[in-house]
């Protein structure tokens, strides 16, 4: 070979070389932007009973917008129940007394009476045990005590106490799809008069009466009911 032909050659690193070249690389990197960031504090996860309060909240607000549905779809079906049976509600104050309302509508023409209607059932209720204290256990008297109160909602028990204690046939047509039309009939009859209501499920009771170019009482309903 010719020394003067002869050119000196640069050296070509290995890939071990590169691969240790890169790493520095990147660690020196990572150092510069650790300083130029500022100090961060680890991310704290949320405890386990914060997505459980989350998820019931969650879940009752979809059961919630499921019954306030099934409420809307019920009163449109109760409202177009009671156009074929010529019928319209008289509708009672929503403040938890609407059944003792509805019924001192019936009884007296005004509502003013709920307290008086809702005395005489739970009177009744506390003087005949044997009639109640089985669907009600050992809160027997707790639920005589709390039905007692002003605006404490009445139920399926107080309609029964206010038919036996008022003497008086019931009639409710509810917004239910099928099994709409109740009756109760007391033990022994006091009076003529006859207590026509309507029920919104699960919450609200109104006073019924014929349409007004057919008189106040609806005594047909029971003979529509079936149709």
């Not at 650790?34 to 386990?48: A, E, F, N, T």
């Not at 019931?56 to 009671?82: C, K, N, P, T």
Request: hydrophobic residues 30%.
């Amino acid at each position: 070979m010719d020394a003067g032909s002869w050119q000196p050659q640069a050296h070509q690193p290995g890939p071990d070389t590169f691969r240790r070249l890169l790493s520095a690389q990147a660690r020196a990197q990572q150092q510069q932007q650790h300083q130029q960031l500022p100090h961060q504090q680890p991310q704290q996860q949320l405890p386990l009973q914060h997505y459980h309060h989350h998820y019931q909240q969650h879940h009752q607000q979809q059961q919630y917008q499921q019954q306030l549905a099934s409420v809307v779809s019920g009163q449109q079906r109760l409202v177009q129940r009671l156009a074929r049976l010529r019928l319209e509600e008289q509708l009672s104050v929503a403040d938890g007394n609407c059944q003792f309302r509805s019924v001192s509508e019936q009884l007296y023409g005004t509502q003013e009476f709920h307290g008086f209607v809702r005395q005489q059932a739970v009177n009744h209720i506390k003087a005949n045990p044997a009639s109640y204290a089985t669907f009600l256990g050992e809160d027997f008297a707790y639920y005589c005590v709390g039905m007692a109160q002003d605006g404490t909602w009445g139920d399926e028990l107080t309609l029964r106490a206010i038919c036996d204690s008022f003497g008086v046939a019931v009639h409710v047509v509810t917004s239910e799809q099928r099994n709409w039309y109740l009756r109760y009939e007391p033990l022994s009859y006091k009076s003529r008069l006859e207590v026509f209501l309507t029920y919104i499920a699960p919450m609200h009771y109104n006073s019924l009466r014929r349409q007004k170019m057919f008189g106040r009482h609806p005594h047909h309903v029971s003979h529509i009911a079936g149709h």
